[in-house]
């Protein structure tokens, strides 16, 4: 296993055990099974763990294995706090309390505020006062790093960078989204101020594990060419691991031999040993997902800031999510990343000015792709769920700023 350092100076497997995927037989986690694959994870060094309270019985399972196998000391937590349903610090702490008690533990290794999505949800938890709270668990031993972990634009992620000393962030990025949430720019602007970045959905739920037919034939063609035998799985993560601002990689392992496969890649890979060719093959696959877009958006950016807060390339990336991984995923990814905004960014905003169409390096034609996108992402049936759901969410975070 190879290791990157947090920033305290502390390793961190380059490989980290996502622990929300493991077999269920009905309601409940296959306990047995589950406790083989983490035990061989931790036997090939694996050290990272990353559960959270939300995902059901995912910490409780953790914190049996670990505890009833007496390896707590050998591999750090990372949990969350569903920091969008907290009222009060009363609440945070209960919380908190419930999570030390599901995972066996006295201290969570990295604990990370679950789902941050703009600067409003941080401004409201510091009116709560979890500046002060964070403070004194860190001085009480209870937390060791703090984080967040991210679903949002990317000028949002460099506001919420900016606005605490985090001690490491959680962003979704993978080679087909390169460009988009936070991206290889938060990445980047993350590491560039020494916070290390846990990757989540490193192959896009599983997504880029399995291409379609086309790319498949490309990997194909380039392990005849080459003499490998390149897996589109590996591709993926070795896309990550060459990059040297990724700290650690997640994955939601069910299974001895993915454990043992991704083990084995992640000891065989190491920052800048992408070669180029294939570098060449990632883009040849990108471009065969990506010709089933609708709108060729690059999300550069250079239309934005759009004057009435459209996020454009949010818009058009959902919109051709719901091509490239089907309607129900793309309308899972649109709610979670923009519906539970405060500012969610709609294209309905749009009053035609035209000043991102003067600006987009793709001649795109914006504002008659926004009515479209916006037809397809929020269709009459959807608005009043995303609406009511939106509601919900955002009316918790102004209760608990009132607190
Ligand atoms: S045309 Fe619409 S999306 Fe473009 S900058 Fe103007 S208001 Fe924003
Ligand atoms: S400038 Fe054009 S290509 Fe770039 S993000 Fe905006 S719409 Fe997309």
């Given at each position: 296993?190879?290791?990157?350092?947090?920033?305290?100076?502390?390793?961190?497997?380059?490989?980290?055990?996502?622990?929300?995927?493991?077999?269920?037989?009905?309601?409940?986690?296959?306990?047995?099974?589950?406790?083989?694959?983490?035990?061989?994870?931790?036997?090939?060094?694996v050290n990272y763990f990353d559960t959270a309270y939300i995902y059901p019985g995912s910490e409780e399972l953790l914190g049996k294995v670990l505890d009833s196998n007496g390896l707590r000391d050998k591999v750090k937590i990372a949990t969350k706090l569903p920091q969008y349903l907290m009222q009060s610090?009363?609440?945070?702490?209960?919380?908190?309390?419930?999570?030390?008690?599901?995972?066996?533990?006295?201290?969570?290794?990295?604990?990370?505020?679950?789902?941050?999505?703009?600067?409003?949800?941080?401004?409201?938890?510091?009116?709560?006062?979890?500046?002060?709270?964070?403070?004194?668990?860190?001085?009480?031993?209870?937390?060791?790093?703090?984080?967040?972990?991210?679903?949002?634009?990317?000028?949002?992620?460099?506001?919420?960078?900016?606005?605490?000393?985090?001690?490491?962030?959680?962003?979704?990025?993978?080679?087909?989204?390169?460009?988009?949430?936070?991206?290889?720019?938060?990445?980047?602007?993350?590491?560039?101020?020494?916070?290390?970045?846990?990757?989540?959905?490193?192959?896009?739920?599983?997504?880029?594990?399995?291409?379609?037919?086309?790319?498949?034939?490309?990997?194909?063609?380039?392990?005849?060419?080459?003499?490998?035998?390149?897996?589109?799985?590996?591709?993926?993560?070795?896309?990550?691991?060459?990059?040297?601002?990724?700290?650690?990689?997640?994955?939601?392992?069910?299974?001895?031999?993915?454990?043992?496969?991704?083990?084995?890649?992640?000891?065989?890979?190491?920052?800048?040993?992408?070669?180029?060719?294939?570098?060449?093959?990632?883009?040849?696959?990108k471009t065969v997902i990506k010709a089933k877009e609708k709108v060729g958006c690059t999300g550069c950016r250079y239309c934005m800031p759009c004057p009435k807060g459209v996020d454009i390339p949010g818009i058009f990336h959902h919109y051709n999510l719901l091509y490239t991984e089907g309607r129900i995923?793309?309308?899972?990814?649109?709610?979670?990343?923009?519906?539970?905004?405060?500012?969610?960014?709609?294209?309905?905003?749009?009053?035609?000015?035209?000043?991102?169409?003067?600006?987009?390096?793709?001649?795109?034609?914006?504002?008659?792709?926004?009515?479209?996108?916006?037809?397809?992402?929020?269709?009459?049936?959807?608005?009043?769920?995303?609406?009511?759901?939106?509601?919900?969410?955002?009316?918790?975070?102004?209760?608990?700023?009132?607190?």
């Amino acid at each position: 296993m190879k290791y990157r350092n947090d920033k305290s100076g502390q390793p961190v497997s380059v490989l980290g055990y996502g622990c929300m995927r493991f077999l269920r037989n009905g309601a409940s986690i296959d306990y047995e099974k589950a406790e083989r694959e983490i035990l061989r994870a931790i036997e090939l060094g694996v050290n990272y763990f990353d559960t959270a309270y939300i995902y059901p019985g995912s910490e409780e399972l953790l914190g049996k294995v670990l505890d009833s196998n007496g390896l707590r000391d050998k591999v750090k937590i990372a949990t969350k706090l569903p920091q969008y349903l907290m009222q009060s610090l009363k609440a945070v702490d209960k919380i908190f309390s419930e999570e030390l008690k599901r995972l066996r533990t006295d201290r969570v290794d990295y604990y990370l505020m679950h789902m941050l999505t703009d600067i409003g949800s941080w401004e409201k938890l510091t009116e709560m006062g979890i500046r002060e709270w964070i403070e004194a668990k860190k001085a009480d031993g209870s937390i060791k790093n703090i984080g967040f972990s991210y679903h949002g634009t990317c000028d949002m992620f460099l506001k919420l960078l900016d606005a605490y000393d985090w001690d490491f962030v959680q962003i979704q990025y993978n080679y087909m989204d390169e460009n988009s949430q936070a991206g290889r720019i938060g990445l980047e602007a993350a590491s560039k101020k020494g916070i290390p970045v846990i990757i989540m959905e490193p192959l896009r739920g599983g997504k880029l594990a399995n291409l379609p037919k086309t790319c498949g034939n490309l990997i194909k063609e380039f392990n005849g060419k080459t003499g490998k035998a390149v897996t589109a799985a590996e591709l993926g993560l070795k896309w990550l691991w060459d990059q040297p601002a990724v700290t650690c990689v997640l994955s939601g392992m069910n299974s001895i031999g993915m454990v043992e496969e991704n083990c084995r890649i992640a000891d065989e890979t190491e920052a800048g040993c992408f070669t180029d060719e294939e570098k060449t093959l990632v883009e040849n696959i990108k471009t065969v997902i990506k010709a089933k877009e609708k709108v060729g958006c690059t999300g550069c950016r250079y239309c934005m800031p759009c004057p009435k807060g459209v996020d454009i390339p949010g818009i058009f990336h959902h919109y051709n999510l719901l091509y490239t991984e089907g309607r129900i995923e793309g309308y899972r990814w649109f709610f979670q990343n923009m519906g539970l905004r405060e500012d969610h960014g709609y294209a309905s905003r749009c009053v035609a000015c035209g000043r991102c169409e003067a600006h987009c390096p793709q001649n795109i034609n914006i504002i008659e792709e926004l009515k479209k996108a916006d037809r397809a992402l929020r269709p009459f049936y959807i608005r009043p769920v995303m609406y009511a759901a939106g509601k919900f969410v955002n009316r918790k975070r102004h209760r608990s700023a009132k607190v």
